[in-house]
């Protein structure tokens, strides 16, 4: 069974904020264009140079370059810093000192991957059967693994999805945040304030039913239970939700680590 991971990189001036520089997703990014898969990759025109240099060229490769501007939720931008900006919204989020909350490119970026990898299921252009989405920087989880040597999706990771069809693979994290992964059944609506993201957005994939279906969910949730209630917030969130409103949708992995950022479904997808 062939799969596609779908991925981008943009520039939005992170540094300002939280100190990561463009050069530190570069470094990244690196490792991740070395996956043994094809890759339909997402990006400005200024960093094509830069994904031309370093994709292996035996690797099939799609590029599509897009301005921020054509991203696929720009048009929410002016929306979502008026939110930012509201007194209310300041009071309710948890946390407003993160990316999320100080800058609208994040999330506009944040929530158009489900579009992405729609987009590249619906092409399709390398007759592929599954696929994931990947964010450019994920390398810098798996340091110990050498991406270029192994096969992605492993074969473990492969019969998984095939066995539960129509289901989208993500991760939980079970202890960390048991009051939210596995004690309760249904989250209100106010956690979509909340910073507790009990999933991880970093990777996420299934066949191409799945993925439309869930792209159809987030668009719904972030326009009709977020901007137009005057809420932002990550796509982690967003999923966080989504799996307890419809948690038929979804192929879990549970994470058992106590560190937050532990990405052990990555590991399980490489062999």
């Not at 100080?102 to 399709?124: D, M, P, R």
């Amino acid at each position: 069974m062939k799969s596609t991971v779908v991925t981008a990189l943009f520039d939005i001036g992170r540094a300002k904020i939280d100190g990561r520089s463009i050069n530190h997703y570069y470094e990244w990014f690196k490792r991740t264009l070395q996956i043994q898969c094809p890759m339909q990759i997402y990006i400005e025109s200024k960093h094509e140079k830069f994904i031309l240099d370093n994709r292996p060229k035996h690797l099939e490769t799609k590029i599509v370059i897009q301005e921020l501007y054509e991203l696929p939720y720009f048009h929410l931008k002016n929306s979502i810093d008026e939110i930012l900006v509201s007194v209310n919204y300041q009071k309710r989020i948890a946390d407003p000192t993160r990316i999320e909350c100080k800058n609208s490119l994040y999330s506009i970026i944040q929530f158009s991957k489900f579009s992405w990898v729609l987009n590249a299921a619906t092409e399709n252009c390398f007759g592929s059967d599954y696929f994931f989405w990947l964010d450019a920087g994920v390398s810098r989880f798996v340091n110990d693994l050498d991406i270029a040597d192994a096969k992605f999706p492993s074969a473990k990771i492969t019969r998984l999805i095939k066995k539960y069809p129509a289901k989208t693979l993500i991760q939980t994290f079970r202890r960390p945040y048991q009051d939210l992964s596995t004690k309760r059944k249904t989250l209100p609506h106010d956690y979509l304030y909340d910073n507790r993201s009990f999933v991880l957005g970093g990777m996420f994939g299934s066949d191409y039913s799945a993925i439309d279906k869930l792209t159809k969910r987030v668009d719904l949730l972030l326009m009709h239970d977020m901007i137009n209630k005057n809420i932002i917030n990550n796509e982690q969130i967003a999923l966080g939700y989504l799996l307890k409103t419809h948690s038929s949708d979804f192929l879990v992995f549970e994470n058992n680590s106590w560190i937050h950022r532990n990405f052990e479904l990555l590991y399980r997808c490489f062999e």
